[in-house]
Structures are given as C-alpha cells and as structure tokens.
C-alpha cells in the first residue's frame, strides 16, 4: 500500500444528485472532454459554434465548406447509440464501484432495467474497452 492514493466513490445518491438527466451528464462530458473550449475533432479547430436549434452539437467550418456538424458524443464510446447517456453513466458507475471489478452483463440487464441482455453486454464491452484508453479515462473523473 506503500504510495497508494485512495480515492472515495460516489455514492448512488451523489451519482444521482450530479447526473439528473442527460444534459447533465452530456454537460460533464463536454466540460471533461474539452476543459479549454470547445475543438473541432476533425481539425482541432477552436472556432466551432454551437447549434442554438441542438443542445452540445456544433458546426466547423474550418473543415470543409459547408461546415462539419458534430455533437459531444461523436469519437466516444457513447457515439452511434440510441441509449441515453445517463445510463451509460449508470453502467459505468456500476462497473466501476464493484467489488469484484467487474459486472456481470445479467446484472446490468438486471439492476438498470434493460429490455434485453444484448444491450447490457454491448455496453459493458464498450465501457471495458474504453477503460482501457487513456482520453475515456481522462473523461471519467469522480464517477
């Protein structure tokens, strides 16, 4: 235990408190994944303007001429889902407050309530495989 830092959870009822809805959570992930402004994932542009008819979309126009759209999921594990992003936060709060280090799929289906076991064991891979890059890391913070 000779140098290591010990780092509390957050407890259902913080999760909860922090994370209302999903324009709460896809305002985390925007704050986490881009701390000094938004940027381009394209072309690292600084210049993209939000979308006032879509909530965390933005429009570049330093890619091409009639303007790159992209939302804060794009480049993530969360992009191409139709599951909302809360859940995503359930699933990854879950799996990284158990005791064991992992989760059972079944258990996930269970405790969050999804329809079928396919979805549970498709995020939990994409959750696993994400934990192993650093940017996915980077963008967990305190959950």
Known sequence: MCGAKFTRQMTIPEFEAMFPDDDACKAY?????????????????????????????????????????FSVLV???????????????????????????????LEIQRVIGFGSYQTAHYMAIRVRAGLVNPEFRKLMGIV
């Open 29 to 69: 992930l925007a704050q986490q994944r881009w701390p000094d402004g938004v940027r381009c994932p394209r072309c690292c542009s600084a210049r993209p303007y939000p979308l006032n008819t879509r909530p965390f979309h933005w429009q570049c126009h330093d890619c091409d001429k009639s303007g790159y759209r």
């Open 75 to 105: 480049g993530t594990v969360f992009q191409g889902t139709n599951v909302p992003l809360r859940q995503w936060f359930r699933v990854i709060h879950m799996i990284l407050t158990s005791k064991q280090g992992g989760v059972a799929a």
